[in-house]
């Protein structure tokens, strides 16, 4: 039964993120309690924006009443999205539960295709959706306020004209739009990383844990949404606050999946050329400055002594360390390969960088270029030669006649 927890838990967030808003209309309809709801929902739908989009669209169809007002909604309050986005989650969640018994090397381009859809939906939500759900929240904030005061007239000069009479809405929105996007950033990016986790997951029960907690902590939000707004908003200023201070680690694994991705779905190493020098990769620990799955280029200098150049967040000024040479060897793996260096404090080679998957089949030219002494196999391909060996599959050396 642990298998189908994400199944289940997707269902349940796509009901109780439909049920969400009618909790905050049995409250007294205030801007707090407005602001509240538009906060759970931008939280929500950062943590999975397909699944948070498509059960708020289904909240608002199911909300209209007649024809024309169904007619009337935004698009992906639409039967023709939100029906088919809830079928590809469960899908998706599907996949997940049964991902402890699939091998991982058949689930790995589902994985992938995956994280291209949570990509594709996060940019659709930041830049259409979120913008949308504000602009509402905001005429519905000015007009509860209006209502609350009852339009009282404010004495001395202007004061005869009652409040309501202003629509300040387009104000707030102006003041709301900008904000709501930057926590729909920094919340997506860190739910985000839970598909490039799986991504690098060689385990498929990890991958059902992972997706099982994303899926856990959006219901969470929902739940607590439908049972009170406030707490609901909550929640959704710690999840903020804790996604702030992982907002680094999870840019640079936000980063690693989308070259991973790139490389994977365009083939690109038929047509890759290995540079003879600055060739891009990313740190597979910390090095110095430079923290794990830091995206950049390794340069080898006259001396022989290699150096990784790296551009914090990609934009900040350029940084160099030093590669430790100890120990070198490329590993090459099935769907993307590693440099291995030899770490003292653990007495043993541990991955030192990470090579994107356009570097498949050219790992000798790559071991040629930095003077690496020579290439193995590791991950999945490690386990195929051991098997081919262990039911001796594997092609027989010739004997040379003496």
């Known amino acids: 039964m642990k298998r189908f927890a994400p199944l289940v838990l997707a269902l349940c967030c796509a009901v109780l993120f439909a049920g969400s808003a009618p909790a905050a209309e049995k409250k007294e309809k205030t801007p707090g309690i407005e602001l509240a709801t538009m906060a759970s929902q931008v939280t929500g739908i950062a943590i999975s924006p397909l699944l948070g989009v498509s059960g708020v669209g289904a909240y608002q169809w199911m909300k209209a009443s007649t024809p024309e007002e169904k007619a009337a909604l935004p698009w992906f ?35 992938v295709a995956e994280t291209l859809e949570n990509k594709v939906s996060g940019l659709v939500a930041a830049g259409a959706v979120i913008p949308s759900l504000v602009a509402v929240g905001s005429k519905l904030i000015a007009h509860s306020s209006a209502l609350l005061e009852h339009a009282p007239a404010v004495t ?35 739910g985000h990383a839970i598909n490039v986790l799986i991504l690098l997951s060689p385990w498929g029960g990890l991958d059902t844990a992972l997706k099982g907690i ?46 991973f991705s790139w490389d994977f779905f365009t083939f690109r190493r038929s047509r890759f050329q290995l540079l003879a020098d600055d060739n891009k990769l990313f740190t597979g620990r910390d090095i110095a400055d430079a923290p794990r799955r830091t995206y950049g280029r390794l340069h080898q200098a006259a001396d022989g002594k290699l150096l990784f150049r790296f551009r914090p967040w990609l934009v900040l000024p350029e940084r160099t360390v030093e590669v430790p040479r100890d120990g070198l060897v490329v590993g090459k793996g099935l ?6 260096g030899f770490e003292k404090t653990a007495d043993k080679n541990t991955t030192l960088l990470l090579l994107p998957p356009r570097y498949v089949g050219h790992e000798e030219l790559f071991a040629r270029t930095y003077r690496i002494n020579g290439t193995c196999e590791v991950g999945l391909r490690k386990a195929w030669s051991w098997l081919r060996e262990a039911f001796g599959l594997a092609a027989k050396k010739a004997v040379v006649a003496a």
Do not use: N
């Open 77 to 111: 309050a639409q039967v023709s999205f939100w029906l088919p986005a809830l079928l590809l989650v469960g899908v998706c969640a599907f996949k997940d539960s049964f991902a402890a018994i699939v091998p991982p090397g058949l689930k790995k381009p589902l994985d």
């Open 156 to 190: 001395g000069g202007f004061g005869m004209l009652p409040l309501a009479a202003f629509d300040m809405s387009w104000l707030l929105t102006l003041l709301m739009v900008p904000l709501s996007v930057a926590v729909f950033a920094v919340v997506w990016v860190v």
């Open 214 to 259: 994303r899926t856990g902590v959006l219901s969470l939000v929902a739940a607590t949404a439908y049972i009170d707004p406030v707490v609901g908003a909550t929640l959704s200023v710690v999840i903020i606050i804790l996604a702030y201070f992982m907002a680094g680690w999870a840019f640079r694994l936000m980063v690693f999946g989308s070259v």
């Open 335 to 340: 769907f993307y390969s590693e440099v291995l």
